[in-house]
């Protein structure tokens, strides 16, 4: 069942649900590839900075589309203990993993963001947003970078 035509429409109604935090202090952060348009969206009907945020799935060993973690292009790591366990993935494979896949991240933000700084998050309120969650572990390290830089307080 989809809830949405496309993710330029989700941006839209999105958006309408989120114009209480409308305004050029606001900031939304698109997760790349499939979060980035509706990010567009969202930020272009409340008024808000648009920018990316880069986040990697660490997927399982023989089934990459499973992720038992994620990382992200500022070095950060999350992993699914309990996911990890149940596929077997050894340390030396998560490790490894991970290195590789933020790398793969640090490139991106790289490539997308040249030498442009990344985005003041300090005090801002901040909306990250995906085109989905499966595990969440992506959304998850998102949030985690966000709140590291110190965010306005508020609901999530």
């Given amino acids: 069942m989809r809830l949405f035509r496309d993710r330029e429409e989700a941006g839209r109604r999105l958006g309408k649900a989120l114009a209480a935090h409308a305004g050029p202090a ?9 979060g980035v348009p509706v990010a567009a969206e969202i930020a272009r009907h409340i008024g808000a900075e648009l920018d990316v945020l880069v986040v990697r799935k660490i997927g399982a060993p023989d089934q ?11 070095g950060l790591r999350v992993l699914n203990d309990e996911i990890i366990a149940e596929v077997g993935a050894k340390p030396a494979y998560v490790a490894s993993e991970a290195e590789r896949q933020e790398a793969i991240a640090r490139e991106r933000a790289g490539r997308i963001r040249g030498d442009r700084p990344a985005p003041r998050i300090e005090g801002r309120d ?5 085109d989905g969650l499966a595990t969440g572990a992506t959304m998850r390290a ?11 307080k508020g609901r999530v």
């Avoid at 606001?26 to 499939?34: F, K, Q, W």
């Avoid at 990459?64 to 992200?72: D, T």
């Fill in 26 to 34: 606001a900031l939304v952060l698109g997760i790349p590839r499939g």
């Fill in 64 to 74: 990459p589309e499973l992720a038992i973690g994620a990382v992200s292009s500022t």
């Fill in 126 to 130: 901040v909306i990250v947003v995906d």
């Fill in 142 to 152: 998102a949030v985690r970078v966000v709140r590291a830089a110190k965010p306005r």
